[in-house]
């Protein structure tokens, strides 16, 4: 992985625990995983997604890996403050995975493949560890797929920089429409993928701040330095794209995106 694009600072942190709780009731299985199950999740970051796998699946296990020693030692933090006992947090590199075959009943990734040069290949080798039967659940988002009202081109022009900023560095904000396809190149069976649309209006204050402003927003204003370094923008665009999006948040404004959510089997 070239340099992570969102980086591994505590205000990263701080929205990867917005995003996974604003998104609860989106990504994650409707179902607990089964009693005695081993699960791994793969790029677990801060362990944002861990904790809700965890308290939701008491009597499974976890192993929760990062390629990032910092990210697990935050896991680790989080998943001893919460009193979870089924979780282990270990630094492991998914391309280089240090597990026996056929080791996990179920693979869980999550805002995973859109950082990889190789997705493709990060999925055959989750695969490797899969039992035969076992499932996979892979969320991405598209950032493609984000619309506002008001409309603005300077708030279409700084997402854009995202995207450019991403793909400069090996990763493809624009994933979350290939699921489908790397899915069934990866040889997994009875794929199929859900769009999980997030619609926010003024009616939804929780979901302006936590979803609008503190997850979106923060997400595109993390790249501002870099977007104007590389020159992708000029100052007075990138305050005028920002300022589009918050006005997006407003009384009557609104904001929409959407992630896809990918099932298969083994
Ligand atoms: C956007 S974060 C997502 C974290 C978590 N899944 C969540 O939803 O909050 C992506 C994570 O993938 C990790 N990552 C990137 N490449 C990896 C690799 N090759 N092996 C393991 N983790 C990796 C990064 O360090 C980062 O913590």
Not at 140 to 158: K, N, T, V
Not at 181 to 186: F, V
């Amino acid at each position: 992985m070239k340099a992570y694009v969102h980086g591994y600072s505590d205000m990263e942190a701080d929205r990867l625990r917005d995003q996974a709780n604003m998104l609860a009731g989106l990504l994650h299985p409707a179902r607990p995983f089964p009693p005695g199950s081993r699960v791994l999740e793969a790029g677990c970051g801060v362990g944002a997604q861990t904790v809700i796998l965890a308290t939701n699946s008491p009597d499974a296990h976890f192993t929760s890996i990062d390629i990032s020693e910092e990210s697990i030692e935050k896991t680790r933090e989080k998943v001893t403050s919460q009193g979870l006992s089924n979780v282990t947090p270990e630094v492991a590199d998914i391309f280089e995975l240090p597990y026996d075959d056929e080791s996990f009943d179920h693979l869980y990734v999550c805002f995973l493949l859109e950082h990889l040069e190789y997705p493709a290949t990060a999925l055959a080798r989750l695969k490797r560890v899969l039992k035969t039967g076992g499932s996979v659940t892979v969320i991405e988002g598209d950032h493609g797929s984000y619309y506002c009202h008001p409309r603005s081109e300077e708030a279409d022009l700084a997402v854009r920089c995202l995207i450019e900023i991403q793909a400069g560095k090996k990763g493809n904000s624009l994933i979350g429409r290939q699921l489908y396809p790397l899915l069934c190149a990866a040889g997994f069976r009875e794929v199929s993928v859900s769009p999980q649309m997030i619609y926010v209006d003024s009616s939804k204050p929780a979901m302006v701040e936590g979803f609008t402003r503190k997850t979106f927003i923060a997400m595109v204003e993390g790249v501002r330095e870099e977007a104007l370094a590389l020159n992708l923008i000029d100052e007075e665009t990138w305050t005028r794209g920002i300022a589009g999006l918050y006005r997006a948040s407003r009384q009557d404004g609104v904001f929409c995106y959407t992630f896809f959510k990918g099932m298969a089997f083994k």
